[in-house]
């Protein structure tokens, strides 16, 4: 069975792939130019690899994907939040240069293959905060 109606009138859906997870590397900090490493908090269906930060999608689909960070104590540089399919960038959120401790989310909605790879990286020279409640990364499968 993969639905279920209860009797309170609840759709259930078993296995569906679902995640809101964020990183305890680096005391929870993105390194400058480099992939995230999404470790802790809810991955259901565990299709995050938590070494690696990687989604592999399980069945083809509709997936919604979001981000957040808050950019670390520095002025007068910029931080790219990057959500990566296969290798390209489908949606960035830019921490601007101006002020301390910017933040910024992105959030896209992709037709996904089975198997198609979803990472979240740093795309630029200013590390920020991914870890507890000032940076997460969320996705879920929609149908």
């Known amino acids: 069975t993969n ?3 209860t009797a309170a009138g609840y759709m259930k859906t078993p296995n569906q792939p679902v995640f809101g997870m964020y990183s305890t590397n680096n005391g929870g900090f993105a ?3 480099s992939d995230i490493i999404i ?3 809810y991955n259901g269906g565990n299709h995050v690899n938590t070494s690696t930060g990687v ?3 399980p069945v083809a689909g509709r997936y919604m994907f979001s981000a957040y960070a808050i950019k670390h104590n520095q002025n007068g ?3 790219r939040l990057r959500i990566v399919q296969n290798g390209s960038t489908v949606a960035e959120a830019r921490m601007d240069e101006s002020g301390n401790y910017t ?3 992105a959030v896209v909605i992709l037709n996904l293959a089975a198997n198609d790879a979803i990472k979240f990286t ?3 020279n200013t590390q920020f905060y991914m870890g ?6 969320n996705g879920h499968f929609l149908g």
């Open 3 to 5: 639905f279920e109606l």
């Open 31 to 33: 390194a400058a130019n």
């Open 39 to 41: 470790n802790a908090g």
């Open 55 to 57: 989604f592999t999608v």
């Open 77 to 79: 540089v910029v931080a």
């Open 103 to 105: 933040q910024a989310c």
């Open 122 to 124: 740093n795309g630029d």
């Open 132 to 137: 507890g409640t000032y940076g997460r990364v």
